[in-house]
């Protein structure tokens, strides 16, 4: 189970974001304002009849490299996983995936619908443990709830109290499998 990510690492993540967000900066300013800071404007005023220049404002970055972000933050998340001893490979039923070279491509398709850490088959998986684990017992199912519902409480707190958005959405999806699987017990009746 992922151990709880500590201050250290979140501290070591905005430092390395900080520090990517003002290159960036810096690499957008150009060597000449390259002591400039992120957030400050570098007005210039004339004073005569001369043209102002380069008198406005501007966002201090424009645009954020996405791939560099990703690489950032892919780095950061399998550092951190190394520090705590858990393997930065990630088995996918027919194969497995290194989180250390994964790519920005892979990674959206491992979470896409129809993908291996998709809603769908990440909500079966789930499913089909927790039917497993209460022996596929109906009458368990009060049990089989609040086990889900005592991980997605201890993930939460593990990720500083909230999930991204596809956790939610899984999580909706195993309930509906449950009301399912209790109906198909019900009809059976």
Do not use: C
């Not at 966002?59 to 998340?77: C, M, N, Q, S, T």
Request: glycine residues 12%; without cysteine; charged residues 30%.
């Amino acid at each position: 189970m992922l151990k709880s990510v500590g201050s250290g690492a979140l501290e070591r993540f905005q430092t390395e974001a900080r520090k990517l967000l003002e290159k960036t900066h810096r690499e957008k300013l150009g060597p000449e304002n390259a002591e400039a800071k992120p957030g400050r404007s570098t007005d210039r005023v004339s004073l005569g009849n001369k043209a102002a220049e380069g008198v406005g404002y501007e966002p201090a970055v424009k645009e954020v490299d996405i791939g560099a972000a990703y690489r950032l933050l892919r780095d950061l998340v399998a550092r951190n996983l190394q520090e705590q001893g858990i393997a930065t490979r990630v088995a996918t039923g027919g194969g497995e995936v290194d989180l250390e070279s994964l790519s920005s491509e892979e990674a959206q398709s491992l979470i896409a619908e129809d993908g291996y850490f998709g809603v769908e088959q990440t909500s079966e998986r789930i499913f089909q443990f927790a039917v497993g684990i209460a022996g596929n017992d109906p009458s368990r199912i009060d049990a089989i709830r609040k086990g889900i519902a005592d991980g997605y409480r201890q993930a939460e707190e593990a990720w500083g109290g909230e999930l991204p958005e596809i956790s939610y959405r899984t999580r909706d999806a195993v309930e509906e499998k449950l009301d399912n699987w209790l109906a198909g017990f019900r009809e059976a009746r």
